[in-house]
Structures are given as structure tokens and as C-alpha cells.
């Protein structure tokens, strides 16, 4: 199956802690290949996951969501979309985080489904699909 979605950091977090648990019960509904994650997301779960006070076990959760999400990397049209994204919203003086607008990029770039806990941010972007499992 192709992928449609592309898992925000929360919706990994959410899925990890199984809190909300409608987040794991949807994720666990997906075939193989629906979803995947940026590689930016998969940088800040890193970095969470080296902060933790429970490393090991951090990683260890983390490279077991990894093997059910395909991480993907960043293309040249996610630059261009990042470009146009970062421009658009400077111009209307409503900037979202740097980490974020990778992301939002990354899901246009592929046509996919943005799911993310955070609408509010990913909302002020154009013609990007969002979907929030967590509400």
C-alpha cells in the first residue's frame, strides 16, 4: 500500500504511551506502508529520546515505532515547498516553528495527510491536508 499519512511527533509520542488510546487503536488500523515519518520528525524523537532519563529504553521504543513507520528523507521538492511555506506565512507575519514548517514541507511535497495534534499551527498553511486522531 501506498502511503497517505505522515505521523507528526505528538502522534508518535501518543502512540508510544498509548494515551490517548484512540491514537494507538487508529494507528494499529493502518496496513503496512500507510503512514511514515519524516526524517525531521524522526530527528526530534532522537533527541527526545537521548534526553530521557530512560534512554535505553527510549531508543529501544523508538526503534521499534521505526520499524513499523518508513522514515523518509527530504527531497528537493520539500525544499521548495519549505521555501514557498516560509515565505507565505513571514509575508502574513504568522510564523510557525522551523521544525514544523519542515514537516508541513515534507507532507505537501508527498501529497499526504498531515496528522498531528497540533492544528492550530499546521492550519495556517494552504492547501495542506491535516488530521488530528488525538480530538
Known amino acids: 500500500m501506498s502511503a497517505r499519512y505522515l505521523l507528526d511527533t505528538n ?3 501518543y502512540i508510544r504511551q ?6 494507538l487503536a487508529r494507528f494499529r488500523r493502518l496496513e503496512p506502508g500507510e503512514a511514515v515519518l519524516s526524517v525531521i520528525t524522526y530527528g526530534e524523537l532522537l533527541y527526545g529520546a537521548q534526553k ?12 521499534e515505532l521505526v520499524q513499523l513507520l518508513p522514515v523518509v528523507p527530504l527531497s528537493e521538492d520539500v525544499a521548495h515547498a519549505y521555501g514557498e511555506f516560509r515565505a507565505t506565512l513571514e ?7 522551523n521544525n514544523d514548517l519542515w514537516i508541513a514541507a515534507h507532507a505537501k511535497a508527498m501529497n499526504l495527510t498531515l496528522v498531528t495534534n497540533n492544528e492550530r499551527e499546521f492550519k495556517r498553511i494552504t492547501g495542506l491536508k491535516v488530521r488530528n486522531w488525538a480530538s
Open 52 to 63: 530521557s532519563q530512560q534512554r535505553a529504553r527510549a531508543l529501544q521504543q523508538l526503534a
Open 91 to 97: 509575508a502574513q507575519g504568522q510564523i510557525i516553528g
Open 11 to 13: 502522534i508518535c509520542i
Open 18 to 23: 498509548n494515551r490517548p488510546p484512540k491514537v
